[in-house]
């Protein structure tokens, strides 16, 4: 009982200070705006073919956007020596983790939901009509992103060159989301029934299971020293 | 005792190289770049062991705080980035003739380039992280995750692609290779294996020298 | 409390702690001294279980605090430069959190109570962002209370506190001798802390060049000792 107390006060945290210090979420979904320029820029006025990137546009952004504000979810400890002080606490550190991990998701849900919604206007692509499928897509993808995103958030805070070994470190690591996710969302907007990518869904499932618990494993190993 | 390992190792690959190039007849359809294939496979199948080697190493460092289980993960780290790196460059100079170009996005090329890139992120942490004992826990973890990572990797590659032949070795069906091919590769796969644990032995005693210093 | 047996910690081939032995009870303070640089705050985290000595034994609260290192944290409660505070959350907000990552009770009352200690009531629901350095401090110590800390461990808690802060710690201090905690000081200066000292120890490289009871020396020897000692340090063997 207590672990999850712990868990759910570092969620709580995370998002108070969040709000008051509105650090992250502005810029982010700023970026977001950005990211929709950037893309059809990059591929140009024919409409057609930026619809048939949208699947890989979509997960490229919350990737990019998962850089940015995954690599960051530590940042906040490294004030007034707060990582020690975490550190002090007794009990099982991987409550710290799922905190931080519930947080990540949190903010990595609101990104993805600006995201979807920018699509689908700037884009002209129906994104309403599979969203259930979608949203289920998401969920799975997002939470296998932020499981490995949060482990190495917390490992490359201390280290130098932060900001370009973090991504360096998870991008690799991730492929098998990105694939599984943009294959499944490419499918679903073709109009196709779930139970065609259930084999993904499974896939994701399985593969979320796995970083989520080496993270709840290692996590006491990274938040030493 | 090592020597001796590298002697063997020697004489191994001499005899691999006599397998495959006199001893294997010569492919009826790829003609023989084929034969680059007694490189290509056992570099592979060592690329696996040394990373393999990277997990027993973290585990065995997290589990009991001993420096040597480092050496091993840091040693079979770097071998098998090297076993990668020859892996896709053997895979694709056999690919230009086979199939026109140095790279196709195939399942079993981009896995082992997933692959390649997970491991050297794993050699850029450990090059960025001075403390050694922090980079040992750090790099630990991540041995960790990337190892377990591997199979999720190949099957999520080899269903969003399927281009490449279909796995002769490592496939559940009996594999349908002339015999004196699958010999030829069996010499060149133990001959690499030595060469690998030459190499390990080797790194792995340099790096306890160095801690010493 | 403290039972330190030839703690080591060495960076390469940098010795930062070279050797030091030390044993404290229930109800004692001791003031560690020494110059920047002598390893104060390296020795002081290797007692709070932060860092791991490379050799040595550490016992905290009859706790083998190397092998369990958690059993030993629960009895710990540290005040660092930092205050472990975060800025964007109110004293009381702050104390909630800490109070329930130790796993605590942090019923309302419990919580005023801790912060009308250290005089904090007042802007209980203040954010942290807008306090004074001293004020900071004392929330830091008003979570140690909170969390019922038996060993008090201080990195240089007088710094950058006015005549009226430093009284406060002082009698703060007091107050928890009193009650039977154990404290160690770190500083390197001599405004403060030494009124409430049972024992004073001097650093210098790493070792222990002096633990001796403070009722034993007057300031002024205290002070010649410290020139000598640390002097004798940096002109090298």
């Given at each position: 009982m207590t672990y999850a107390r712990r868990a759910w006060i570092i969620l709580w945290k995370d998002l108070l200070i969040e709000r008051r210090a509105k650090e992250h979420a502005n810029a982010l979904l700023f970026f977001c705006l950005l990211l929709l320029f950037l893309f059809q820029f990059a591929l140009g006025p024919d409409r057609e073919r930026l619809a048939a990137a949208v699947p890989g546009l979509l997960w490229l952004g919350f990737i990019l956007a998962g850089l940015l504000g995954l690599g960051r979810s530590f940042l906040g400890e490294r004030d007034n020596d707060c990582w020690e002080g975490l550190r002090l606490t007794p009990g099982d550190k991987s409550a710290i983790y799922l905190g931080k991990l519930a947080g990540n998701c949190v903010l990595m849900t609101a990104v993805e939901i600006i995201l979807v919604v920018l699509f689908g206007v700037?884009?002209?692509?129906?994104?309403?009509?599979p969203a259930a499928p979608l949203a289920l897509v998401l969920a799975v993808g997002t939470i296998g992103l932020a499981a490995v995103g949060t482990l190495f958030a917390a490992m490359t805070t201390q280290v130098r060159a932060r900001e370009l070994l973090f991504p360096v470190l998870l991008l690799p690591v991730q492929v098998p989301v990105l694939l599984a996710t943009v294959s499944a969302t490419q499918a679903l907007l073709l109009g196709q029934p779930l139970a065609d990518v259930a084999h993904w869904l499974k896939l994701l499932a399985g593969a979320d299971l796995v970083y989520v618990t080496i993270g709840i494993l290692t996590f006491e190993f990274v938040l030493e020293g | 005792m090592i020597r001796a390992l590298g002697w063997l190792a020697v004489l191994g690959l001499m005899a691999g190289l006599a397998a495959g190039f006199g001893y294997a007849p010569r492919e009826a359809?790829?003609?023989?770049?084929?034969?680059?294939m007694y490189l290509h496979v056992p570099a592979v199948l060592t690329a696996y062991l040394a990373f393999v080697l990277v997990l027993a190493g973290s585990i065995g460092y997290l589990a009991t705080r001993r420096s040597g289980w480092d050496r091993l993960a840091a040693a079979a780290g770097e071998i098998g980035v090297l076993f990668t790196g020859l892996t896709i460059v053997s895979g694709s100079i056999w690919g230009k003739p086979t199939w026109g170009t140095w790279w196709t996005w195939d399942a079993r090329l981009t896995s082992t380039a997933v692959l390649f890139c997970v491991y050297v992120g794993y050699l850029l942490l450990r090059s960025l992280i001075e403390d050694p004992e922090a980079r040992a826990r750090y790099a630990a973890v991540v041995g960790i995750l990337g190892a377990v990572n591997i199979p999720i990797v190949h099957f999520s590659v080899k269903w969003w692609r399927a281009l490449h032949q279909p796995s002769t070795i490592l496939g559940p069906e009996r594999s349908p290779i002339d015999p004196a091919i699958g010999l030829a590769l069996f010499v060149n796969w133990v001959a690499f294996t030595l060469l690998f644990a030459y190499f390990l032995s080797r790194r792995m005693e340099i790096a306890r020298l160095e801690e010493q210093t | 409390m403290i039972s330190a047996r030839e703690l080591r910690k060495t960076y390469g081939s940098n010795s930062v702690i070279d050797g030091v032995s030390l044993e404290l009870g229930a109800g004692q303070c001791l003031a560690l001294l020494g110059p920047n640089g002598a390893g104060k705050t390296t020795l002081l985290r290797i007692l709070a279980t932060l860092l791991r000595p490379t050799a040595g034994a550490l016992t905290i609260g009859g706790a083998d605090a190397l092998r369990e290192p958690e059993r030993a944290r629960a009895l710990i409660g540290m005040v660092a430069h930092g205050s472990h505070v975060y800025e964007e959350l109110t004293a009381r907000e702050n104390l909630r959190f800490w109070e329930t990552m130790r796993g605590g009770d942090t019923a309302a009352g419990r919580l005023d109570a801790a912060l009308a200690q250290v005089e904090l009531d007042g802007v209980a629901d203040e954010r942290v962002r807008t306090f004074s350095a001293g004020m900071k401090r004392r929330l830091g110590l008003a979570r140690v209370l909170l969390g019922q800390a038996r060993l008090l461990l201080l990195d240089e808690p007088f710094t950058g506190l006015d005549r009226r802060g430093r009284k406060w710690v002082n009698e703060f201090l007091l107050g928890f001798k009193a009650a039977g905690g154990a404290t160690v000081i770190a500083t390197h200066s001599f405004d403060g802390g030494l009124g409430v000292a049972d024992r004073v120890a001097i650093l210098g490289s790493g070792r222990l060049l002096m633990d001796r009871p403070?009722?034993?020396?007057?300031p002024e020897e205290l002070h010649r000792l410290y020139e000598s000692l640390t002097d004798s340090v940096e002109a090298g063997p």
């Open positions: 700037f884009y002209d692509v129906d994104l309403w009509t | 359809v790829q003609g023989n770049v084929q034969r680059i | 403070a009722a034993d020396l007057s």
